[in-house]
């Protein structure tokens, strides 16, 4: 692209007069850079429409490629204006069926991801889940099974919210896939960390947050913990899930601390969070509530601190289990004992 002046008022003539000797993609590209000067003074539905005219003159011309650019472009401009979320929205998707019929997946990839992120800001729980379909498609198609398997725990977990408002078997059923899939990816990727983590999601989502009750401890089986078959296994963390599983809570907390302890001083997040578990299910069995809270938000602000907010998701869903578990009630005695136990 030529460079102009980034006053509008000398773009504007030579819009015109590309207009004039019927070029249109020229036009297109000035009014592309006409639309950055507009982004730059934050005129959002300004720099929307110059690229809205830009997208249409490459149509014009069969340039689709270009089309689709200018598209996402414009949706782009518009997921600064929250009022103009819907706007964004149809002309990311626009964009992305445009870059897909263009065979541009990469930047058909970056639509959906962009769509996601705005369906997510607006707590679109559903229209996010399909949007991270597409996502998943296209990492698919692309060969990026790392980040494919990312997409599909994160549309497992925009299912699960969708089941919290409205709650579906079919939502359910469908973040258990997802879960599912994702564990196989990370076990051919011979990511045995990524893996045991996301088999603890799973098993946290489907027999903990929807079949209230069962103990975290019935993970044994789930995790394999021995020492051939998995690195991160902990002696500490089996013998607690032993005695949990056996009813002997002062045992399994015990047991729990001690593997607790270990992993925070090797620094390992993973072991962390599931030995904090335990000591809350220990904490729980033992009718211990505010021990149990205690725990989890203990492990919550640890792992938010030292691996960021995704690192917390799995206590996040464990505390609002415990919340409908426990009721709203118990739980704000809970708190109240927690909060009365730091002063």
């Given at each position: 692209?030529?460079?102009?002046?980034?006053?509008?008022?000398?773009?504007?003539?030579?819009?015109?007069?590309?207009?004039?000797?019927?070029?249109?993609?020229?036009?297109?590209?000035?009014?592309?850079?006409?639309?950055?000067v507009?982004?730059?003074?934050?005129?959002?539905?300004?720099?929307?429409?110059?690229?809205?005219?830009?997208?249409?003159?490459?149509?014009?011309?069969?340039?689709?490629?270009?089309?689709?650019?200018?598209?996402?472009?414009?949706?782009?401009?518009?997921?600064?204006?929250?009022?103009?979320?819907?706007?964004?929205?149809?002309?990311?998707?626009?964009?992305?069926?445009?870059?897909?019929?263009?065979?541009?997946?990469?930047l058909?990839?970056?639509?959906?991801?962009?769509?996601?992120?705005?369906?997510?800001?607006?707590?679109?729980?559903?229209r996010?889940?399909?949007?991270?379909?597409?996502?998943?498609?296209?990492?698919?198609s692309?060969g990026?099974?790392?980040e494919?398997?990312?997409?599909?725990?994160?549309?497992?977990?925009?299912?699960?919210?969708?089941?919290?408002?409205?709650?579906?078997?079919?939502?359910?059923?469908?973040?258990?896939?997802?879960?599912?899939?994702a564990?196989?990816?990370?076990?051919?990727?011979?990511?045995?960390?990524?893996?045991?983590?996301l088999?603890?999601?799973?098993?946290?989502?489907?027999?903990?947050?929807?079949?209230?009750?069962?103990?975290?401890?019935?993970?044994?089986?789930?995790?394999?913990?021995?020492?051939?078959?998995?690195?991160?296994?902990?002696?500490?963390?089996?013998?607690?899930?032993?005695?949990?599983?056996?009813?002997?809570?002062?045992?399994g907390?015990?047991?729990?601390?001690?593997?607790?302890?270990?992993?925070?001083?090797?620094?390992?997040?993973l072991?962390?969070?599931?030995?904090?578990?335990?000591?809350?299910e220990?904490?729980?069995?033992?009718?211990?509530?505010?021990?149990?809270?205690?725990?989890?938000?203990?492990?919550?602000?640890?792992?938010?601190?030292?691996?960021?907010?995704k690192?917390?998701?799995?206590?996040?869903?464990?505390?609002?289990?415990?919340?409908?578990?426990?009721?709203?009630?118990?739980?704000?005695?809970?708190?109240?004992?927690?909060?009365?136990?730091?002063?």
């Amino acid at each position: 692209m030529n460079t102009v002046s980034q006053d509008p008022a000398r773009i504007q003539p030579q819009i015109h007069q590309a207009r004039a000797q019927g070029q249109p993609l020229r036009e297109a590209e000035l009014r592309a850079q006409l639309a950055e000067v507009h982004s730059q003074a934050k005129q959002w539905r300004e720099a929307a429409q110059e690229l809205h005219w830009a997208a249409q003159l490459a149509l014009q011309k069969g340039a689709m490629a270009l089309h689709a650019e200018y598209l996402f472009e414009k949706g782009e401009r518009l997921t600064h204006a929250p009022e103009l979320a819907a706007s964004a929205a149809r002309a990311l998707r626009k964009a992305g069926a445009a870059a897909k019929v263009s065979g541009k997946l990469p930047l058909a990839l970056t639509a959906a991801q962009a769509l996601v992120t705005l369906e997510v800001e607006q707590q679109a729980w559903d229209r996010a889940a399909s949007a991270t379909g597409e996502v998943i498609e296209l990492l698919d198609s692309l060969g990026r099974r790392a980040e494919l398997c990312d997409a599909l725990e994160k549309r497992a977990s925009y299912l699960h919210r969708m089941d919290r408002e409205t709650p579906s078997e079919l939502s359910r059923e469908g973040a258990l896939r997802d879960m599912g899939r994702a564990v196989a990816l990370a076990e051919l990727q011979d990511d045995l960390r990524r893996s045991v983590e996301l088999r603890l999601m799973r098993r946290i989502l489907r027999d903990f947050v929807w079949e209230e009750g069962a103990p975290i401890s019935a993970l044994h089986g789930e995790l394999e913990l021995d020492h051939d078959a998995d690195p991160f296994a902990d002696e500490s963390i089996g013998q607690a899930m032993a005695a949990l599983q056996a009813g002997m809570s002062e045992t399994g907390a015990r047991h729990a601390t001690a593997a607790r302890d270990a992993a925070l001083d090797s620094a390992d997040p993973l072991r962390y969070m599931l030995a904090s578990l335990l000591l809350a299910e220990a904490a729980e069995l033992a009718g211990d509530q505010p021990s149990a809270l205690s725990a989890l938000l203990s492990c919550k602000a640890t792992l938010e601190k030292s691996q960021g907010k995704k690192a917390g998701q799995p206590i996040r869903l464990v505390l609002d289990a415990l919340r409908h578990r426990w009721g709203d009630a118990a739980m704000a005695d809970a708190i109240q004992a927690y909060s009365d136990q730091l002063q």
